[in-house]
């Protein structure tokens, strides 16, 4: 009886061990990946990546470039007329989208959510929520 109490404990704690070392019990986001990499491929990233870029460091060289990768997320350009049209009849409501702006060679991210015609700036984090 005590063997089979003890075998028990064992067994537990190394189920508990495999899911820390899996990320499923720390506590840990572990579809949020950063990633190093050259500092000429981050703008590029931004467009060419299938998850959403976060943030990134001011690195010469190399960057520390943080992703979302929840989920799919793919790259389009929408004509501005027809984001208009559609964004002033609600039909956009609830579309999550991610703002890339340029200035100076400054990137700006912007994660947004329409509510009925209106956008909202969101967390990065809650992109795929």
Do not use: H
């Not at 931004?46 to 690195?59: A, D, N, R």
């Amino acid at each position: 009886m005590r063997k089979k109490a003890l075998m028990k404990k064992y067994a537990g704690v190394i189920f508990v061990c495999l899911c820390l070392l899996q990320g499923t019990a720390s506590g840990e986001d572990s579809c949020i990946k950063t990633m190093n990499q050259g500092a000429a491929t981050v703008a590029l990233g931004l467009y060419e990546q299938s998850c959403p870029t976060i943030s990134f460091s001011s690195g010469v060289i190399t960057k520390d470039v943080k992703y979302n990768c929840c989920g799919s997320a793919p790259t389009i350009r929408v004509n501005g007329g027809d984001w208009e049209k559609l964004r002033t009849a609600g039909k956009l409501d609830g579309l999550r989208y991610q703002v890339l702006s340029n200035s100076n060679s400054t990137y700006t991210l912007t994660f947004r959510k329409m509510v009925n015609d209106t956008p909202t700036t969101i967390n990065a984090e809650d992109f795929f929520k």
